[in-house]
């Protein structure tokens, strides 16, 4: 299939599909006699992993190396299971410091409940932050 129609099957554009070429997502396609790019049924379900790996927060060069595993005709199972455990941990910290923040801010705005402008100075700008 041409790249437009592949761009509408699965709902992209066609700069997308030439840039997961140019990054290797997508392997050098065929293309017919008149130079139109030609791409095989797979593409679809190739680009479907590539949009669960972003999904997921995997990078396109995590996403990349997976389907580098895949193209040499192993199993990549252990290899994502090492990344989706790096990406755990990094949401947990991620987590871990917007429930501070969250924590941070609630004391703030419990500060200002009563806003008493006449106590700020101008060097504070205002006392509440």
Known sequence: MRIGELAAAVGTSTKTLRFYEEQGLLPETQRTAAGYRDYPPEAVTRIDFIRRGKAAGLTLAQIRQILLIRDRGQAPCEH???LLDTRLADLDKQISKLVALRDTIAHLRHQAATPE?????AEQVCRYL
């Open 80 to 82: 994502v299971r090492d």
């Open 117 to 121: 402008p006449a106590t700020c100075t």
